[in-house]
């Protein structure tokens, strides 16, 4: 019996050392498939000013015959949105906080150009109930299932900046967009390959067709008064 005791508390503490590994693991597992699921959605896109949806675009090049450079005229769409969407997930009230930054090739456009609304149709307007700061707004008691969808009017800072034909040729570009709406993170992206408005060579036609036209308005002038001359004598012999 007594020979027996040292080999009974070895096995009892392999099965106790067994059942805390056992459990550890099971622990682990169980842990290990539990999701957090988000507060809030977060949504980023970018738009044209109708707001349908902007994935590509042109700068559009024209030529300085000054320079010989190309200088950027236009965009093609020529206006851009960011649009950030944000949805309450909670069954409860939850203030909703944004933070975004804008790709450096763009700049907020206008006196106004950051507005909210509370719905997808953007027709609720609620711009003036929640705080804009420097890069972030913040909404208040946004309720369950409630949006906070914020608009930004964007400008292309590169309008009238010029390149190099090489560069021209080569010209590819992307831009990212990205916002953080109760650290639920989001981006986008676009890009832009580029086109020539207009060859010099084309310019110089444009401008001779131009000058070609104003100076024949004198001779047609001079055409249709002697046509009117030359009618009225027909009927005075007729």
């Not at 200088?71 to 939850?94: D, Y």
Request: aromatic share 12%; charged share 15%; proline share 5%.
């Amino acid at each position: 019996m007594k020979a027996s005791l040292p080999f009974f508390f070895v096995l009892l503490t392999l099965c106790l050392a067994y059942s805390i590994y056992g459990l550890t693991i099971v622990s682990t597992r169980i842990a290990s498939t539990v999701t957090v699921k988000p507060a809030v959605t977060a949504s980023v896109w970018i738009t044209d000013s109708d707001f349908n949806n902007v994935t590509s675009f042109r700068a559009v090049f024209r030529p300085d015959r000054k320079t010989g450079l190309y200088v950027i005229a236009s965009t093609n769409p020529g206006q851009f949105f960011l649009n950030i969407l944000g949805i309450n997930l909670k069954p409860k009230p939850v203030n909703i906080s944004i933070t975004y930054s804008l790709d450096p090739a763009f700049k907020l456009k206008g006196g106004t150009p950051i507005h909210v609304y509370a719905d997808r149709d953007r027709k609720i307007d609620i711009t003036q109930r929640v705080f804009i700061t420097s890069g972030a707004v913040e909404a208040y008691n946004v309720s369950s299932r409630g949006i906070i969808y914020v608009t930004f009017h964007l400008d292309y800072i590169l309008k009238g900046t010029k390149y190099s034909p090489s560069q021209v040729q080569a010209w590819y570009s992307e831009h990212t967009f990205a916002a953080t709406i109760n650290s639920v993170f989001s981006s986008t992206k676009i890009t832009d390959d580029g086109q020539v408005g207009a060859s010099p060579h084309t310019e110089l036609y444009l401008a001779a067709c131009q000058l070609l036209l104003l100076a024949s308005v004198p001779l047609l002038f001079n055409f249709a008064k002697k046509r009117r001359v030359l009618l009225a004598l027909l009927k005075l012999r007729v």
